[in-house]
């Protein structure tokens, strides 16, 4: 089992910048990769960006050249660093994780969840 716990969200006028924080727990040794999802009200989640054990990382298209994922493997804690932010980017933003044991077998795992509001 892997335990993901946010942190950081908050509300934040357009153009500012906020940095979330998500502390990995329990069974990471095997983690593939650990990325953040969002959710806005009346849309489907979607991937926000990740980053695999190898550091590649990948971003959607909304976001490319203002967010950026970094990960420090001493606190076994991912950041996604948001600047330029946009009303659009309003949503709540979830940690996602996820790994393959022995044998194969692949899970992932949620964070809570925190929220994020940009006011134009």
């Known amino acids: 089992q892997v335990q993901l716990v946010e942190s950081g969200g908050g509300l934040v006028q357009a153009g500012g910048s906020l940095r979330l924080s998500c502390a990995a727990s329990?069974?990471?040794?095997?983690?593939?990769?650990m990325g953040w999802y969002r959710q806005a009200p009346g849309k489907q989640r979607e991937l926000v960006t990740f980053?695999?054990?190898?550091?590649?990382?990948k971003y959607a298209d909304s976001v490319k050249g203002r967010f950026t994922i970094s990960r420090d493997n001493a606190k076994n804690t991912v950041y996604l660093q948001m600047d330029s932010l946009k009303p659009e980017d309003t949503a709540v933003y979830y940690c996602?994780?996820?790994?393959?044991?022995?044998?194969?077998?692949?899970?992932?795992?949620w964070g809570q969840g925190t929220q994020v509001t940009v006011s134009s």
């Open positions: 980053i695999t054990s190898g550091g590649s990382t």
């Open positions: 329990g069974s990471i040794f095997s983690i593939n990769s």
């Open positions: 996602h994780a996820d790994r393959t044991v022995v044998g194969g077998q692949w899970y992932d795992y």
